[in-house]
T-cell receptor, first 113, second 115 residues
């Protein structure tokens, strides 16, 4: 079974600084998707960034980028120029084929003004 | 609004009562998922449908839980004889099938508190 591990329950960063959230996963498959979802307090989960496993190039969405290391089964999220609105729970997630999404335990990110 | 909607957003009930949650997915999405999320944890898969067929159920889904999607559109999740351990956020998500990107689109959740 696929598993996703986020080893940092909480992280904090100063506004305008850069922070990296870690994620590792376990699978025997070679073709899959990885995601980072953001869940603000009392609000719905929204997609931050997506990575296809067959792509070697790391995905980037504005201030958000990933470091995808397929051999190491590592998928970290870097947030540059952190803003107060980035404060949320961040979940790493994995899906293979048309199966269900599997989530990590989450990292609570605090932005210090 | 064409997103996933869930109702009610909050439900407080006494132990032993039955509760039902409803989810309306994005209209063109034929897959619908239910997840449970406890405080400070990641969502845990409960079950999913493709159209009206329930394709998978988690071991987390005890016999007190039942989910339906009778016409392949909205879905209901019923919990019978609620227990305090059922207190959680129940998340619904939808996606197209065949999948285009693997992404799920989530509703805002239904928070259950069992007293």
């Amino acid at each position: 079974a696929q598993t996703v591990t986020q080893s940092q329950p909480e992280m904090s960063v100063q506004e305008a600084e850069t922070v990296t959230l870690s994620c590792t996963y376990d699978t025997s498959e070679s073709d899959y998707y990885l995601f980072w979802y953001k869940q603000p307090p009392s609000r719905q989960m929204i997609l931050v960034i997506r990575q296809e496993a067959y792509k070697q190039q790391n995905a980037t969405e504005n201030r958000f980028s990933v470091n995808f290391q397929k051999a190491a089964k590592s998928f970290s999220l870097k947030i540059s120029d952190s803003q107060l609105g980035d404060a949320a729970m961040y979940f790493c997630a994995f899906v293979q084929g048309a199966q269900k999404l599997v989530f990590g335990q989450g990292t609570r990110l605090t932005i210090n003004p | 609004d064409t997103g996933v909607s869930q109702d009610p957003r909050h439900k407080i009930t006494k132990r032993g009562q039955n509760v039902t949650f409803r989810c309306d997915p994005i209209s063109e999405h034929n897959r619908l998922y239910w997840y449970r999320q406890t405080l400070g944890q990641g969502p845990e898969f409960l079950t999913y449908f493709q159209n009206e067929a329930q394709l998978e159920k988690s071991r987390l889904l005890s016999d007190r839980f039942s989910a339906e999607r009778p016409k392949g559109s909205f879905s209901t999740l019923e919990i019978q004889r609620t227990e305090q351990g059922d207190s959680a956020m129940y998340l619904c998500a939808s996606s197209p099938y065949p999948p285009r990107t693997g992404e799920l689109f989530f509703g805002e959740g239904s928070r259950l508190t069992v007293l």
